[in-house]
């Protein structure tokens, strides 16, 4: 069994995918803990308010095409590959779409986010024509099984966006921060296409270029990959937003010292998380292929033995950490980290239970309770936040986040139990 798999290249684009996935979550990790350190707790402020609204915008007009366009390539359901092009195409009219909508944004948001200067809009902006070429190219990548060479895209594009956050930063303060996502996205992209065109001359630049410029032609398949990217692009968006919704609403109703300070709680709690991520990476292809369920229970013990003691060691040094990594502890953060380090465990929890549903062939439950989940954060730091400042927030994010957690939790255990019952 394991020599078949070595020989199909399992075993090595799985580790390959491990790898470039949790070197991915490092990096972003790290991009966020330096911030403060360049832009000081204000301007990291900012930046933890606009970077969800930035990365769901590219999700949603960009990059929640190429998972589409990969299964449309592997399972060969056109005749020919000039629809690969044509959505080349419309991801970049989308991307502009997407661009013009985000200028406006700001007035959209309201509160203090219509106090920002409009530069910093224009920087969010730019990212997404900027996020075509690479997610265009992952897509292709995906589809043809170049996994080694999709993995390179990420840690090039994490790399660069550590690198560039430093420098551009520095020169041009909290626009340079949102510029450094731009420039990993065109490197992310143009390095995608050199490895296109070393494993297939079809995808040269030339052909590309050739290409990119005539009309679109096979308008029906577009359509197809289009329609199959939608829930796939609202799922990663939920995803995303359920995560960082906090914050927005903080900056928006407090402003940004508050939403900084703030932040440097939920960067020291979104540790507690990272554990369940990459469990989660192995986890799905298991139990997917064997329907075994106790791999459930073996990752289940295992978030747990490592997330415990984890958030035992937060709450108790809570003021510590927050001192010895930022320099401020209030009683606000203090509180903030312990509330927020609680639900992380339900939400790395739910990252459990959601790969195993995955894994067995229930993906929509996930995104129905993810739903459900956005729409209370929402409802709760609405309500929460001006009275009860960024305590509220946290308060917001764990009420929601356990409403997930056991909802999940019910659905996995009666499936799970189902399965055991008919095998």
């Known amino acids: 069994m394991i020599k078949n798999l070595k020989k199909d290249g399992i075993l090595k684009d799985s580790a390959y995918m491990i790898f470039s996935n949790m070197y991915s979550k490092f990096a972003a990790y790290l991009f966020y803990f330096l ?18 609204i930035l ?3 590219v999700i949603i007009f960009c990059s929640g095409i190429p998972p589409a366009m990969a299964k449309f390539i592997s399972g060969g359901d056109f005749n020919e590959n000039t629809w690969i092009y044509d959505i080349l195409k419309v991801m970049f009219i989308f991307s502009i779409f997407g661009a013009i909508f985000t200028v406006f944004l700001k007035y959209l948001l309201g509160g203090n986010y219509s106090n920002l200067p409009d530069v910093y809009f224009y920087a969010v902006a ?56 731009s420039v990993s996205f065109l490197l992310g992209g143009i390095f995608g296409i050199y490895l296109l065109s070393k494993s297939n001359l079809e995808y040269s630049f030339s052909n590309i270029l050739k290409n990119i410029f005539s009309p679109i032609k096979k308008s029906n398949s577009v359509k197809k990959v289009i329609y199959y990217s939608i829930p796939i692009a609202l799922t990663t968006a939920s995803y995303r937003l359920i995560n960082d919704l906090d914050g927005i609403f903080i900056l928006s109703m407090l402003g940004a010292y508050d939403n900084g300070v703030y932040g440097y709680a939920s960067l020291l709690s979104r540790l507690l998380f990272l554990f369940a991520s990459a469990i989660a990476i ?15 229970k ?102 929601s986040s356990f409403v997930v957690f056991v909802l999940i939790w019910i659905i996995t255990f009666t499936k799970l139990k189902k399965i055991k019952n008919n095998s």
């Open 55 to 57: 990365d769901t915008l």
């Open 126 to 181: 730019v990212a997404l024509p900027f996020s075509v070429v690479i997610s265009w190219s992952r897509g292709v990548l995906q589809g043809n099984l170049k996994i080694k060479n999709l993995s390179k895209t990420w840690i090039l594009e994490n790399t660069s966006k550590v690198v560039f956050l430093v420098i551009l930063s520095y020169l041009f303060g909290v626009v340079g921060g949102i510029l450094s996502i």
């Open 298 to 399: 073996k990752a289940t013990i295992l978030n747990i033995s490592i997330v415990l003691p984890a958030l035992l060691i937060i709450f108790l040094f809570s003021k510590e950490l927050l001192n010895l990594f930022f320099g401020i502890s209030t009683p606000e953060s203090i509180i903030s980290l312990k509330i927020l380090s609680v639900s992380a465990v339900f939400m790395s929890t739910y990252t459990i239970c959601a790969s195993s549903l995955q894994g067995l062939g229930y993906a929509k439950i996930p995104v129905y309770i993810l739903f459900l989940g956005i729409l209370l954060n929402a409802v709760f730091n609405y309500a929460l936040i001006p009275n009860l400042g960024i305590i509220g927030g946290a308060i917001a994010t764990l009420s």
């Open 35 to 52: 911030i403060p350190f360049i832009l000081g707790t204000e301007g990291f402020g900012i930046i933890k308010g606009l970077m969800p």
């Open 282 to 296: 192995v986890l799905i292809p298991r139990i997917s292929k064997s329907k075994d369920i106790s791999y459930f």
